[in-house]
């Protein structure tokens, strides 16, 4: 098992995103940008991980399963892991120090960086990169014979500094001893009047401690988010990532540009996505489903073989074989058992309906528990609501209700019971029994013949 441990810088404003929100909490492929780092930490093998929280330090806590400690000014980065400092003094091993706005992170960039930070077997390594334009960035300014010296920030650049286009990611490593020896030494004399976590290294390098810088071709996954727009450049990046490890699992996507899955989703072999989907939250799917066109999954369970189409799922769970569509509408606290085919224009809501029961058309079924093989004809609504109480309707097995019936809850159909079409049923229908709930019908002879 390794030693690493995270601290991931996350108490910034993010300022340039006009936002209420943390920074930090914006979601990328339906997934707050910290819980990506967090995820990418851990895929490195990150044994503990350390969130610094400041703006929005609430919400930032409530949405991550991680240690947090609150900088409560922000002074600069090397103030940020300062703050660390009481959790971490006395351990031995290495930090890795992160940003919480980098969700493009992976587990494989982390590991190569943590891996020559042990192979080199200094106190610092710090992950850089060459790049076109270094326009922002601190420089990562080298010795005469290529070994490391220090990182100065733009604001703080010479003309010369300012030419070279090796930039320093904001990502690495250190031992941790090292670390917090070198903090306490950091000033705040630069343009910013901030303290500056990347001194830590010339500070140490002074010492004759070994650091070193290295420097990744995969830069574009160390990529920050400070706008909207690069907000929106990221999720199209995650997104494909996301199609293309789904796609090499065994799932077909007809077309990956107009189908769009979160980063947690799980789905099966041979699953066949439809365009125009979106698939998100915790949502699993089984094997040799076949969803779409236009269908919206949240949350949503479902097991294998199910089909569906124009149909929008939450928060509920579909066993296997369930048909679904078109226009119809599952609510939160539903369970299809398996068999369940749902037609055209249905809403289901906190409800079970049992194997092989049909809702094939324009039904709302709510607060319900219907069983086996039961027949819900055409238009039948269970009455769930009096204007001030919700009640439950109760359908046993093998039922079978006419159509367009009414069914007044409290109420309870009994197993084999039939409804005639057009009945409102208000009281309990018992076992086999037929019910008609309506007015007879009575014909007048030649009514119009004699209304002449
Ligand atoms: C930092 C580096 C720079 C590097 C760049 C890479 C410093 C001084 N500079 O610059 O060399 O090229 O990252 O993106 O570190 N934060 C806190 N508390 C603070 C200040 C910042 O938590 O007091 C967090 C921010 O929320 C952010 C991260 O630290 O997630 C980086 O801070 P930021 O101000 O964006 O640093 P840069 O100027 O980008
Ligand atoms: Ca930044």
Not at 410 to 435: F, Q, R
């Amino acid at each position: 098992m390794s030693d690493l441990v995270t601290v991931i810088l996350a108490a910034g404003k993010g300022t340039r995103m006009k936002s209420k929100l943390p920074k930090v909490l914006h979601k990328v492929a339906g997934k707050p940008m910290v819980n990506h780092v967090l995820d990418a930490a851990k895929a490195a093998g990150a044994v503990r991980n350390i969130v610094v929280t400041g703006f929005g330090g609430e919400m930032v806590r409530q949405a991550i399963d991680a240690e947090c400690v609150e900088q409560k000014e922000q002074l600069g980065t090397g103030h940020a892991v300062l703050q660390t400092k009481e959790l971490l003094e006395g351990t031995d091993g290495v930090v890795m120090v992160l940003c919480g706005d980098t969700p493009l992170l992976t587990g494989e960039l982390l590991t190569s960086l943590y891996e020559a930070h042990k192979r080199i077997g200094g106190v610092a390594t710090v992950l850089t990169a060459i790049v076109p334009n270094p326009k922002g960035y601190g420089r990562v300014i080298r010795r005469p014979d290529e070994t490391f010296l220090k990182i100065v920030e733009e604001k703080d650049a010479t003309e010369e500094e300012q030419r070279v286009k090796e930039i320093n990611s904001g990502i690495y490593c250190f031992n941790i001893k090292e670390l917090f020896s070198a903090l306490s030494e950091v000033k705040n004399d630069n343009a910013q009047g901030e303290y500056y976590l990347p001194d830590v290294l010339e500070i140490l390098g002074a010492k004759g401690e070994k650091i070193a810088a290295y420097a990744t071709k995969n830069y574009d996954l160390t990529l920050g988010i400070n706008s909207r727009a690069q907000l929106a450049a990221a999720e199209k990046i995650l997104r494909k990532r996301k199609n293309d490890e789904l796609m090499a699992d065994g799932v077909t996507l007809m077309d990956p540009d107009t189908t769009f899955i979160d980063a947690d989703v799980k789905i099966g072999r041979d699953t066949v996505i439809y365009p125009f989907t979106w698939i998100e939250g915790n949502t699993v799917i089984g094997e040799d489903c076949e969803l779409g066109p236009n269908i919206r999954l949240q949350n949503a369970t479902l097991g294998n073989g199910v089909t569906g189409q124009f149909t929008y799922v939450h928060d509920a769970v579909i066993d296997d074989n369930v048909t679904l569509g078109q226009f119809v509408h599952i609510r939160p606290d539903s369970h299809l058992m398996s068999g369940v085919k749902i037609g055209n224009f249905v809403e289901v809501k906190n409800s079970n309906v049992g194997n092989n029961t049909k809702l094939p058309h324009l039904s709302y079924i709510g607060d319900s528990d219907i069983g086996d093989d039961v027949n819900m004809g055409c238009g039948t609504i269970t009455v769930n609501y009096d204007g001030k109480k919700k009640f439950r309707t109760k359908v046993g097995d093998r039922a079978f209700v006419g159509c367009n019936s009414n069914l007044v809850a409290p109420v309870e159909v009994e197993d084999d019971a039939y409804i005639g079409a057009g009945s409102t049923i208000t009281e309990n229908v018992p076992k086999s029994s037929l019910a008609l709930g309506r007015a007879r019908q009575v014909n007048i002879h030649e009514w119009n013949d004699k209304r002449k």
